[in-house]
Protein backbone atom coordinates (compact mmCIF):
# COMPACT_ATOMS: atom_id res chain seq x y z
CA UNK A 1 0.00 0.00 0.00
CA UNK A 2 1.24 3.46 -0.98
CA UNK A 3 0.67 6.41 1.43
CA UNK A 4 -1.37 8.60 -1.08
CA UNK A 5 -0.40 10.08 -4.31
CA UNK A 6 -1.00 13.15 -5.95
CA UNK A 7 -3.51 13.20 -8.48
CA UNK A 8 -3.81 16.54 -10.56
CA UNK A 9 -6.07 18.50 -7.95
CA UNK A 10 -7.10 15.14 -5.97
CA UNK A 11 -5.22 13.57 -3.81
CA UNK A 12 -5.87 9.14 -3.43
CA UNK A 13 -5.92 8.99 0.37
CA UNK A 14 -3.51 7.21 2.61
CA UNK A 15 -4.58 3.46 2.44
CA UNK A 16 -5.92 3.40 -0.55
CA UNK A 17 -3.77 1.68 -3.26
CA UNK A 18 -1.86 4.28 -5.90
CA UNK A 19 -3.95 6.06 -8.61
CA UNK A 20 -4.63 3.38 -11.12
CA UNK A 21 -2.73 5.48 -14.57
CA UNK A 22 0.52 5.71 -12.02
CA UNK A 23 0.09 1.48 -11.02
CA UNK A 24 -0.66 0.98 -15.08
CA UNK A 25 2.55 3.22 -16.06
CA UNK A 26 5.05 1.42 -14.09
CA UNK A 27 3.74 -2.09 -15.12
CA UNK A 28 3.96 -0.79 -18.79
CA UNK A 29 7.22 0.51 -17.78
CA UNK A 30 8.66 -2.66 -16.05
CA UNK A 31 7.22 -5.08 -18.75
CA UNK A 32 7.90 -3.28 -21.81
CA UNK A 33 4.15 -4.01 -22.90
CA UNK A 34 1.07 -2.82 -23.25
CA UNK A 35 -0.75 -6.29 -23.74
CA UNK A 36 -4.42 -6.52 -21.71
CA UNK A 37 -5.49 -10.06 -22.62
CA UNK A 38 -8.81 -10.83 -22.39
CA UNK A 39 -10.61 -13.77 -20.90
CA UNK A 40 -13.21 -14.69 -23.38
CA UNK A 41 -14.23 -18.46 -22.09
CA UNK A 42 -16.32 -20.36 -24.26
CA UNK A 43 -17.16 -24.18 -23.32
CA UNK A 44 -16.96 -25.46 -27.28
CA UNK A 45 -13.95 -23.30 -27.65
CA UNK A 46 -11.78 -24.72 -24.63
CA UNK A 47 -9.24 -27.67 -25.04
CA UNK A 48 -10.71 -31.29 -24.82
CA UNK A 49 -9.29 -31.46 -21.49
CA UNK A 50 -12.26 -29.27 -20.13
CA UNK A 51 -14.76 -30.44 -22.27
CA UNK A 52 -16.56 -32.84 -19.50
CA UNK A 53 -15.81 -30.83 -16.36
CA UNK A 54 -18.95 -28.54 -14.60
CA UNK A 55 -18.49 -25.03 -16.89
CA UNK A 56 -17.79 -22.71 -13.86
CA UNK A 57 -15.17 -24.71 -12.75
CA UNK A 58 -13.34 -25.39 -15.95
CA UNK A 59 -13.84 -21.63 -16.61
CA UNK A 60 -11.99 -20.99 -13.70
CA UNK A 61 -9.44 -23.33 -14.45
CA UNK A 62 -9.04 -22.07 -17.87
CA UNK A 63 -8.60 -19.16 -17.01
CA UNK A 64 -6.04 -19.72 -14.26
CA UNK A 65 -3.74 -21.50 -16.63
CA UNK A 66 -3.91 -18.45 -19.35
CA UNK A 67 -3.15 -16.34 -16.51
CA UNK A 68 -0.13 -18.51 -15.57
CA UNK A 69 0.93 -18.44 -19.48
CA UNK A 70 0.49 -14.51 -19.92
CA UNK A 71 1.71 -13.29 -16.56
CA UNK A 72 5.38 -12.26 -17.86
CA UNK A 73 4.19 -10.35 -20.49
CA UNK A 74 0.90 -9.39 -20.15
CA UNK A 75 0.04 -5.91 -17.68
CA UNK A 76 -3.35 -7.06 -16.95
CA UNK A 77 -5.71 -9.45 -18.15
CA UNK A 78 -9.63 -7.97 -18.64
CA UNK A 79 -12.37 -10.91 -17.68
CA UNK A 80 -15.61 -10.79 -19.83
CA UNK A 81 -18.15 -10.98 -17.35
CA UNK A 82 -21.17 -12.20 -19.59
CA UNK A 83 -19.62 -15.35 -20.10
CA UNK A 84 -19.24 -16.79 -16.68
CA UNK A 85 -22.57 -14.41 -15.90
CA UNK A 86 -24.69 -16.84 -18.29
CA UNK A 87 -23.99 -19.97 -16.79
CA UNK A 88 -25.21 -18.53 -13.01
CA UNK A 89 -24.10 -18.48 -9.70
CA UNK A 90 -21.44 -20.62 -10.06
CA UNK A 91 -20.25 -18.91 -13.06
CA UNK A 92 -20.07 -15.50 -10.90
CA UNK A 93 -18.33 -17.33 -8.26
CA UNK A 94 -15.53 -18.39 -11.01
CA UNK A 95 -15.57 -15.15 -12.51
CA UNK A 96 -14.47 -13.93 -8.53
CA UNK A 97 -12.25 -16.44 -8.35
CA UNK A 98 -10.78 -15.42 -11.70
CA UNK A 99 -9.93 -11.68 -11.13
CA UNK A 100 -8.35 -12.97 -7.65
CA UNK A 101 -6.07 -15.05 -8.94
CA UNK A 102 -4.98 -12.41 -11.60
CA UNK A 103 -4.62 -9.65 -9.29
CA UNK A 104 -2.08 -12.64 -6.77
CA UNK A 105 -0.38 -12.76 -10.39
CA UNK A 106 0.56 -9.32 -10.04
CA UNK A 107 -1.91 -8.36 -13.41
CA UNK A 108 -3.92 -5.70 -12.90
CA UNK A 109 -7.29 -6.64 -13.61
CA UNK A 110 -9.84 -4.56 -16.05
CA UNK A 111 -13.56 -5.92 -15.38
CA UNK A 112 -15.50 -6.14 -19.05
CA UNK A 113 -18.91 -5.48 -17.10
CA UNK A 114 -19.70 -2.59 -19.84
CA UNK A 115 -22.40 -1.29 -17.42
CA UNK A 116 -24.72 1.87 -17.55
CA UNK A 117 -27.22 2.61 -15.56
CA UNK A 118 -29.13 5.46 -13.24
CA UNK A 119 -26.71 6.69 -10.36
CA UNK A 120 -28.30 4.36 -7.53
CA UNK A 121 -27.88 1.48 -9.91
CA UNK A 122 -24.00 2.60 -11.01
CA UNK A 123 -23.45 2.86 -7.10
CA UNK A 124 -23.97 -0.36 -6.82
CA UNK A 125 -22.55 -1.68 -9.40
CA UNK A 126 -19.43 0.39 -8.69
CA UNK A 127 -19.06 -1.44 -4.95
CA UNK A 128 -19.40 -4.51 -6.78
CA UNK A 129 -16.52 -4.22 -9.34
CA UNK A 130 -14.08 -1.62 -8.01
CA UNK A 131 -14.42 -1.01 -4.42
CA UNK A 132 -13.09 -3.17 -1.44
CA UNK A 133 -15.26 -5.88 -0.39
CA UNK A 134 -15.44 -6.06 3.47
CA UNK A 135 -12.12 -5.45 4.21
CA UNK A 136 -10.82 -7.43 0.94
CA UNK A 137 -9.38 -5.91 -1.72
CA UNK A 138 -11.76 -4.78 -5.23
CA UNK A 139 -12.99 -7.51 -8.02
CA UNK A 140 -10.75 -5.13 -10.27
CA UNK A 141 -8.55 -2.61 -10.94
CA UNK A 142 -10.65 -0.53 -13.42
CA UNK A 143 -13.88 -1.52 -15.21
CA UNK A 144 -15.51 -0.77 -18.82
CA UNK A 145 -18.77 1.34 -18.56
CA UNK A 146 -20.72 3.17 -21.24
CA UNK A 147 -21.40 6.83 -20.62
CA UNK A 148 -24.58 7.19 -22.69
CA UNK A 149 -26.91 7.86 -19.89
CA UNK A 150 -24.35 10.81 -18.76
CA UNK A 151 -22.18 12.10 -15.81
CA UNK A 152 -24.83 11.32 -13.08
CA UNK A 153 -24.87 7.57 -14.07
CA UNK A 154 -20.61 7.34 -13.99
CA UNK A 155 -20.23 9.57 -10.49
CA UNK A 156 -20.09 6.55 -8.60
CA UNK A 157 -17.14 5.15 -10.60
CA UNK A 158 -15.75 8.49 -10.78
CA UNK A 159 -15.61 8.48 -6.64
CA UNK A 160 -14.18 5.11 -6.70
CA UNK A 161 -11.47 6.47 -8.76
CA UNK A 162 -10.89 8.99 -6.36
CA UNK A 163 -10.94 7.60 -2.99
CA UNK A 164 -10.02 4.09 -4.21
CA UNK A 165 -7.87 4.68 -6.85
CA UNK A 166 -9.59 2.74 -9.47
CA UNK A 167 -9.52 3.22 -13.19
CA UNK A 168 -12.74 3.64 -15.53
CA UNK A 169 -12.50 3.02 -18.87
CA UNK A 170 -15.70 4.49 -20.96
CA UNK A 171 -17.37 3.38 -23.76
CA UNK A 172 -16.40 5.79 -26.65
CA UNK A 173 -16.12 4.57 -30.26
CA UNK A 174 -16.83 0.81 -30.12
CA UNK A 175 -14.88 -2.01 -32.53
CA UNK A 176 -17.95 -3.59 -33.32
CA UNK A 177 -19.11 -3.28 -36.81
CA UNK A 178 -22.50 -1.46 -36.10
CA UNK A 179 -21.23 0.80 -33.55
CA UNK A 180 -21.98 3.45 -36.25
CA UNK A 181 -25.06 3.51 -36.27
CA UNK A 182 -25.52 5.40 -33.00
CA UNK A 183 -21.69 6.68 -32.85
CA UNK A 184 -21.61 7.82 -36.02
CA UNK A 185 -24.86 9.90 -35.88
CA UNK A 186 -24.05 13.57 -36.92
CA UNK A 187 -25.16 16.35 -34.37
CA UNK A 188 -26.62 20.10 -35.39
CA UNK A 189 -22.84 21.39 -35.38
CA UNK A 190 -20.98 18.52 -37.09
CA UNK A 191 -19.85 16.84 -34.10
CA UNK A 192 -20.44 12.75 -34.62
CA UNK A 193 -21.76 11.70 -31.38
CA UNK A 194 -19.02 9.82 -30.24
CA UNK A 195 -16.90 13.01 -30.57
CA UNK A 196 -18.90 14.48 -28.29
CA UNK A 197 -19.07 11.73 -25.92
CA UNK A 198 -15.31 11.82 -26.06
CA UNK A 199 -15.41 15.65 -24.54
CA UNK A 200 -17.07 14.73 -22.06
CA UNK A 201 -15.36 12.04 -21.22
CA UNK A 202 -12.16 14.09 -21.14
CA UNK A 203 -13.87 16.47 -19.20
CA UNK A 204 -14.42 14.16 -16.42
CA UNK A 205 -11.52 12.89 -16.19
CA UNK A 206 -9.46 16.17 -15.89
CA UNK A 207 -9.26 16.24 -11.92
CA UNK A 208 -8.01 12.69 -11.77
CA UNK A 209 -4.59 13.04 -12.95
CA UNK A 210 -1.66 10.54 -12.01
CA UNK A 211 2.03 11.80 -11.23
CA UNK A 212 2.22 9.93 -14.72
CA UNK A 213 -0.02 13.20 -16.68
CA UNK A 214 -2.67 10.43 -17.28
CA UNK A 215 -5.76 10.05 -15.98
CA UNK A 216 -8.06 7.65 -14.18
CA UNK A 217 -10.66 7.82 -16.83
CA UNK A 218 -9.68 6.04 -19.81
CA UNK A 219 -11.48 5.52 -23.15
CA UNK A 220 -12.68 2.46 -24.92
CA UNK A 221 -11.19 2.97 -28.80
CA UNK A 222 -11.58 0.29 -31.61
CA UNK A 223 -8.68 -1.04 -33.41
CA UNK A 224 -10.59 -1.50 -35.56
CA UNK A 225 -10.77 2.04 -36.63
CA UNK A 226 -7.52 3.52 -37.04
CA UNK A 227 -8.44 6.83 -38.33
CA UNK A 228 -11.26 7.12 -35.20
CA UNK A 229 -8.07 6.17 -32.93
CA UNK A 230 -6.08 8.93 -33.87
CA UNK A 231 -9.25 11.17 -34.10
CA UNK A 232 -9.99 10.29 -30.35
CA UNK A 233 -6.41 11.30 -29.51
CA UNK A 234 -6.77 14.65 -30.41
CA UNK A 235 -9.83 15.03 -28.34
CA UNK A 236 -8.29 12.96 -25.58
CA UNK A 237 -4.61 13.73 -24.92
CA UNK A 238 -4.68 12.28 -21.33
CA UNK A 239 -6.88 9.12 -21.42
CA UNK A 240 -5.69 5.69 -21.69
CA UNK A 241 -6.94 4.16 -24.12
CA UNK A 242 -8.43 0.82 -24.18
CA UNK A 243 -7.85 -0.67 -27.97
CA UNK A 244 -9.63 -3.83 -28.39
CA UNK A 245 -10.27 -5.11 -31.97
CA UNK A 246 -6.34 -6.52 -32.24
CA UNK A 247 -6.62 -10.19 -33.70
CA UNK A 248 -9.77 -11.83 -34.32
CA UNK A 249 -11.43 -9.00 -35.37
CA UNK A 250 -9.03 -7.51 -37.56
CA UNK A 251 -7.15 -4.73 -36.11
CA UNK A 252 -3.53 -4.70 -35.82
CA UNK A 253 -0.67 -2.84 -33.62
CA UNK A 254 0.33 -0.78 -36.52
CA UNK A 255 -3.09 0.24 -36.59
CA UNK A 256 -3.06 2.31 -33.19
CA UNK A 257 0.09 4.09 -33.61
CA UNK A 258 -1.72 7.25 -32.27
CA UNK A 259 -2.85 6.47 -29.34
CA UNK A 260 0.73 5.84 -27.50
CA UNK A 261 1.52 10.18 -28.65
CA UNK A 262 1.13 10.51 -24.41
CA UNK A 263 3.99 7.41 -23.85
CA UNK A 264 4.00 4.18 -24.02
CA UNK A 265 1.06 3.93 -21.09
CA UNK A 266 -1.32 6.14 -23.66
CA UNK A 267 -2.52 2.81 -25.20
CA UNK A 268 -3.94 -0.81 -24.10
CA UNK A 269 -3.70 -3.21 -26.78
CA UNK A 270 -6.25 -5.86 -26.08
CA UNK A 271 -6.57 -9.31 -27.55
CA UNK A 272 -8.60 -12.16 -26.66
CA UNK A 273 -9.76 -15.37 -28.79
CA UNK A 274 -6.14 -14.84 -30.84
CA UNK A 275 -4.42 -15.26 -27.30
CA UNK A 276 -6.86 -17.75 -25.45
CA UNK A 277 -7.65 -19.81 -28.28
CA UNK A 278 -4.04 -19.39 -30.12
CA UNK A 279 -4.01 -23.39 -29.95
CA UNK A 280 -7.03 -23.96 -32.21
CA UNK A 281 -4.46 -22.12 -35.07
CA UNK A 282 -0.90 -23.28 -33.69
CA UNK A 283 -1.63 -27.29 -32.36
CA UNK A 284 0.23 -28.65 -29.06
CA UNK A 285 -0.46 -27.33 -25.91
CA UNK A 286 -2.97 -24.79 -25.24
CA UNK A 287 -0.79 -22.82 -22.70
CA UNK A 288 2.27 -22.91 -24.70
CA UNK A 289 0.78 -21.52 -27.33
CA UNK A 290 -0.99 -18.93 -25.68
CA UNK A 291 2.10 -17.79 -24.02
CA UNK A 292 3.80 -17.67 -27.33
CA UNK A 293 1.18 -15.65 -29.41
CA UNK A 294 1.40 -13.39 -26.28
CA UNK A 295 4.76 -12.89 -26.22
CA UNK A 296 4.76 -12.05 -29.96
CA UNK A 297 2.02 -9.54 -29.66
CA UNK A 298 3.70 -7.88 -27.16
CA UNK A 299 6.32 -7.30 -28.53
CA UNK A 300 5.35 -6.18 -31.94
CA UNK A 301 3.13 -3.48 -29.81
CA UNK A 302 6.17 -2.22 -27.65
CA UNK A 303 7.69 -1.95 -31.24
CA UNK A 304 4.85 0.31 -32.61
CA UNK A 305 4.83 2.36 -29.93
CA UNK A 306 8.28 3.40 -29.36
CA UNK A 307 7.95 4.17 -33.03
Not at 113 to 133: C, H, L, N, Q
Not at 286 to 292: L, V
Request: aromatic share 6%.
Amino acid sequence: MVQGVQAGSETVPPGAVGHFADRLAEAVERKRSQLVVGLDPVREHLPVEFRAEEPAAAFARFCHGVIDAVEGVAVAVKPQSAFFEAIGPAGVAAYADVCDYARAAGLLVIADAKRGDIRSTARAYAAAFVEPRDGAPPLADAVTASPYLGRDSLEPFLAACRHEGAGLFCLVKTSNPGSGDVQDVRLGDGTLLWQHVARLVGEWGDDLLGACGLSAVGAVVGATYPREVAAARELLPRAVFLLPGVGAQGGRPADVVPAFVPGPAGGLVAASRSVIYAHRRAGGDWRTAAAAEATRLAREIWTVSAG
